[in-house]
């Protein structure tokens, strides 16, 4: 271990404390960490005589926090990885931070949206302000409240253009909420165009159907009667 090995050496020549986590390998093959810690300890005439001073192990320690730096690694990788705007706030709706992959996707792309209030830009940007601002207010409370995903749909302007969006609020600790907003105008236009055609009288024949300007039939596969 040259590089402890250097800084005991300088500790020592300065006649500092000494302090250090390292691993090292027991004679069962086995790594710990470890935490050492020395102070020095003085002669009468004020030289150094020696140190004293402790080791603990720690390996406990360090795979608790090893797992957590993997686990917030994983998690921050899985929120790069969605297009999606973002948002976390806290009970009052303060934005705490956001983050959008599309441009002009968040409620204020000013850049400087942290800070202000999701209820606030809710006002200035919705076709029904209130009726949303007290929803989000709702729903805000209800995910810390319960600890349960909120979701809403709702239709907000976005660059003079009416879309239809759907929230989803879940809770980010005691006192913070993330909101992960989704455009879904497509695919509101494409179930109202299917329901529409759904509504629409069908002139079928008793037996088959027309198929561009053939006739067929349909086919059926059955076990042999008898």
Request: aromatic share 6%; glycine share 6%; hydrophobic share 35%.
């Given at each position: 271990?040259?590089?402890?090995?250097?800084?005991?050496?300088?500790?020592?020549?300065?006649?500092?404390?000494?302090?250090?986590?390292?691993?090292?390998?027991?004679?069962?093959?086995?790594?710990?960490?470890?935490?050492?810690?020395?102070?020095?300890?003085?002669?009468?005439?004020?030289?150094?005589?020696?140190?004293?001073?402790?080791?603990?192990?720690?390996?406990?320690?360090?795979?608790?926090?090893?797992?957590?730096?993997?686990?917030?690694?994983?998690?921050?990788?899985?929120?790069?990885a969605i297009p999606d705007p973002m948002y976390i706030v806290n009970r009052e709706?303060?934005?705490?931070?956001?983050?959008?992959?599309?441009?002009?996707?968040?409620?204020?792309?000013?850049?400087?949206?942290?800070?202000?209030?999701?209820?606030?830009?809710?006002?200035?940007?919705?076709?029904?302000?209130?009726?949303?601002?007290?929803?989000?207010?709702?729903?805000?409370?209800?995910?810390?409240?319960?600890?349960?995903?909120?979701?809403?749909?709702?239709?907000?302007?976005?660059?003079?253009?009416?879309?239809?969006?759907?929230?989803?609020?879940?809770?980010?600790?005691?006192?913070e909420v993330l909101i992960i907003t989704r455009d879904i105008t497509e695919r509101?236009?494409?179930?109202?165009?299917?329901?529409?055609?759904?509504?629409?009288?069908?002139?079928?024949?008793?037996?088959?159907?027309?198929?561009?300007?053939?006739?067929?039939?349909?086919?059926?596969?059955?076990?042999?009667?008898?």
């Open positions: 271990m040259p590089l402890l090995q250097e800084r005991w050496r300088q500790a020592a020549v300065q006649g500092q404390e000494f302090s250090s986590e390292y691993r090292v390998v027991t004679p069962t093959r086995d790594i710990r960490w470890v935490s050492g810690h020395a102070v020095v300890m003085n002669a009468e005439n004020g030289k150094t005589a020696g140190y004293i001073g402790t080791v603990e192990d720690i390996t406990e320690r360090r795979a608790t926090e090893l797992a957590l730096e993997q686990s917030e690694s994983t998690n921050n990788a899985f929120i790069r709706g303060i934005i705490l931070d956001a983050r959008s992959a599309k441009e002009n996707e968040l409620l204020d792309n000013t850049g400087n949206i942290v800070g202000k209030s999701v209820l606030d830009l809710i006002l200035q940007s919705s076709t029904s302000p209130q009726s949303l601002v007290s929803s989000t207010r709702d729903l805000i409370s209800r995910a810390l409240d319960t600890g349960e995903v909120q979701s809403l749909e709702y239709q907000i302007d976005i660059q003079g253009e009416q879309r239809r969006r759907e929230a989803r609020y879940v809770a980010n600790g005691d006192d509101v236009k494409a179930q109202e165009s299917l329901a529409e055609s759904e509504e629409l009288p069908l002139s079928r024949p008793s037996q088959g159907w027309a198929t561009g300007s053939r006739f067929s039939r349909p086919q059926y596969s059955l076990s042999s009667r008898h």
